[in-house]
């Protein structure tokens, strides 16, 4: 009889004990760590996560957006110099001009889970960091509008071009003039910290082997600033800068201060 009541304690202390395991001791730091791979908005992202809590998770990783190039025109915008450049250079200045667009979007981050329901639904706060400049616009052949820079420094030109670019790239409502190389280039530039705020589904540390995760939320990432590289150095474009017209392409770019995040992971635990 005494036999049979210790191995029903031990029983039991076994049972509590693989309870504990799977309840309190699954969600310790470090106790338990799972890797994931997905795709989104952000690009092909790999994270790594451990659970702090049966409530709270962390994570932490990297999103590999492609560098996309796109070859595209900008108008040449001559203003009132046309005939005199034509008269100085012997040729007729185009009416476009190639340049290719490029972008530049790869970030890392860091991210806190907070499943409020002990469920798979969960709010998620953190922040992506990386590079400031998400987009570059440059000519294709190097030095190629060296004769609109010449143009543009001329002296005898330097009395009507006093309150001018002179002859430049029209990108959007901006007159972008060559500098000294004969090269011109434009770079759309935000914060290079982050903050993230958004909501999904799934454990970034899944109970059973593999699970899936899904992320909606927004980056937010300040005010976007359009800078030209000029003899100067780097100049920020402004309304000011306009040409004559309306603003219009800096005044749309200011109010996109967040960027959308949507992300499907495959999840797995290797502890």
């Known amino acids: 009889m005494r036999k049979s009541f210790v191995i029903c304690g031990l029983a039991l202390l076994g049972a509590s004990a693989a309870s504990a395991q799977e309840s309190g001791e699954f969600y310790k730091l470090g106790n338990r760590i799972g890797v994931s791979v997905g795709a989104g908005l952000t690009g092909v992202t790999i994270d790594a996560a451990t ?19 796109v070859g595209t025109e900008l108008d040449v915008d ?30 890392g981050h860091v991210l806190l889970d907070i499943h409020p329901f002990k469920t798979g639904f969960r709010v ?21 509008l060296k004769d609109i820079y010449k143009f543009n420094h001329d002296e005898r030109y330097a009395a009507a071009l006093k309150d001018s ?21 434009a770079t759309l530039e935000v914060a290079g910290f982050r903050p993230y705020l958004g909501i999904g589904f799934g454990h970034a540390v899944p109970k059973k082997r593999i699970g899936v995760q899904f992320d909606l939320g927004v980056q937010f990432w300040g005010t976007p600033k359009v800078y030209v590289d000029g003899d ?14 309306d603003g219009g392409a800096i005044k749309v770019l200011s109010k996109i201060s967040t960027y959308p995040s949507m992300t499907l992971r495959l999840t797995g635990r290797i502890l």
Do not use: W
């Open 124 to 144: 998620t706060a953190g922040a992506y960091f990386g590079g400031s400049k998400i987009i570059s616009v440059y000519n294709k052949e190097d030095g190629a």
């Open 51 to 69: 659970c702090l809590t049966p409530y709270v998770g962390v994570r932490a990783g990297v999103d590999i957006f492609p560098n996309i190039k």
């Open 78 to 107: 001559a203003g009132a110099y046309g005939a005199d450049f034509e008269q100085e250079t012997g040729y007729m200045l185009p009416e476009t001009f190639d340049v290719e667009g490029k972008t530049s979007m790869t970030t």
């Open 232 to 245: 100067n150095g780097k100049e920020r474009l402004t309304e000011e800068d306009a040409d004559g017209k």
């Open 165 to 185: 670019k002179g002859i430049g790239l029209s990108l959007g409502d901006y007159l972008l003039a060559p500098d000294h190389n004969g090269n011109v280039a």
